[in-house]
Nanobody
Framework: QLQLVESGGGLVQPGGSLRLSCAAS????????IGWFRQAPGKEREGVSC????????NYAESVEGRFVVSRDNAKNMVYLQIRSLKPEDTAVYYC????????????????????WGQGTQVTVSS
């Protein structure tokens, strides 16, 4: 019954913005670090961002640094990924994933450590 559900994807022109949402149910979100990952056709899954369980720490891949902002509202069991200045190379299915955390840190480089995954939401950047 542990679930993560992404939403907010869509078709956007280059330079546009989107906010992706990740709704959690069945567990206490405040005990988990959350990672955002994406996978484009023909490419490996890539970690793009993560946020620690309290929201006090976050990390970003260099490819999205300065354009993506991750945030969370543990009281609402929600995590967000605000994306601006979208580029065609951002086109991918975006997933949120949860990792039980004892420390207030996160790492999106090791996807295998995240035990719970959403179904993904498609982001397409095209003119």
């Amino acid at each position: 019954q542990l679930q993560l559900v992404e939403s907010g994807g869509g078709l956007v022109q280059p330079g546009g913005s989107l906010r992706l949402s990740c709704a959690a149910s069945g567990f206490t979100l405040g005990s988990y670090a959350i990672g955002w990952f994406r996978q484009a056709p023909g490419k490996e899954r890539e970690g793009v961002s993560c946020i620690s369980k309290s929201g006090g720490r976050s990390n970003y891949a260099e490819s999205v640094e300065g354009r993506f902002v991750v945030s969370r509202d543990n009281a609402k069991n929600m995590v967000y990924l605000q994306i601006r200045s979208l580029k065609p190379e951002d086109t991918a299915v975006y997933y949120c994933a949860a990792k039980l955390a004892d420390q207030d840190m996160c790492d999106m480089r090791r996807a295998y450590e995240y035990g719970y995954w959403g179904q993904g939401t498609q982001v397409t950047v095209s003119s």
